[in-house]
């Protein structure tokens, strides 16, 4: 069958398909700008943005009503790369109830009772919904590979890690993921890419204004010191993570607007190849649902 030519998909490839890495091509994090618009201003990406959450909430509608597929969006970055405002603005306007954001911080002691994907697993959507993830599993060879002491302080049996654990995460990531996407579950992965320099004046807006202090922490200036450590951490992860099924998105991520035209993008052009439709009533329940409504009818004329 010929592809419809004005498909959804088609007309947002420009802001989905330089970004997608899917694990067919070598990954360089370097050759990835962090300031691209990809050739828009600012008004037209708004308008895309607009137009976008509009498609979110009907295509959210039907995955509900439908019950089937579940979507999966897992958001990544350097601190004030823009995560929390991007999920506040893509999913501005989707019905509350069918999804739900789930924010990865330190591990509790019970989630370091359990193996590293037990707190993912236990947050995942269910049928029908869209589960967020701010930050992730993925923190577990990010933050956990930067810093190798907190691998000392989990409670792994020391002789299970050796230097093959990386290596090993990404395996077992691959499969969980393909795992999930095998029954039914959407994946995609976003990294915010921010240069060094847009965060420190996110940063300097964090020390400056008063309601904005809240968010800056002494912490965030040591992460940013080992800047270096973790853009080679994310490019490892992507390298070895990329698939088909579970595809990252390296977004843009220095100018806001347009971050959130490619995660919007991305998440309408993927539900829109799920096809979704509500469910057909069968023809025993229409036949049922006319007699009803003929007998509620009947009863505002008594
Ligand atoms: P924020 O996203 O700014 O609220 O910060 C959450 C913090 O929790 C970040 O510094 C993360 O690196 C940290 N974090 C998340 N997951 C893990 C993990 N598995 N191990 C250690 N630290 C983590
Ligand atoms: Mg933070």
Redesign the pocket.
Known sequence: MAKNPSSLSDQLKPYVAPFRIDGSREFHLKSHKTNDKGGLDKDKGEKIIEANRKRLSDFQEKLYAQDRWSLLLVFQGM?ASG?DSAIKSVFDGVDPQGCEVT?????SSLELDHD?LWRSAIALPQRGRIGIF??SHY??C???RVHPE?LGKAKIPPQLVTKDIWRERFEDISAFERHLARNGTVILKFFLNVSKEEQRQRFLDRLEEPGKNWKF?M?DIA?RALWGKYQAAYQEVIRHTSTALAPWHVVPADHKWFARVVIGSAIVAALEKLDLKFPKVDKASQQEFKQVRTALLAEGKG
Do not use: M
């Not at 924010?103 to 591990?107: E, G, H, R, S, V």
């Open positions: 601190d995560k924010a990865f911080k330190q591990p590293f701010n930050r923190e577990d990010l933050v956990v907190i922490s912490g992460e």
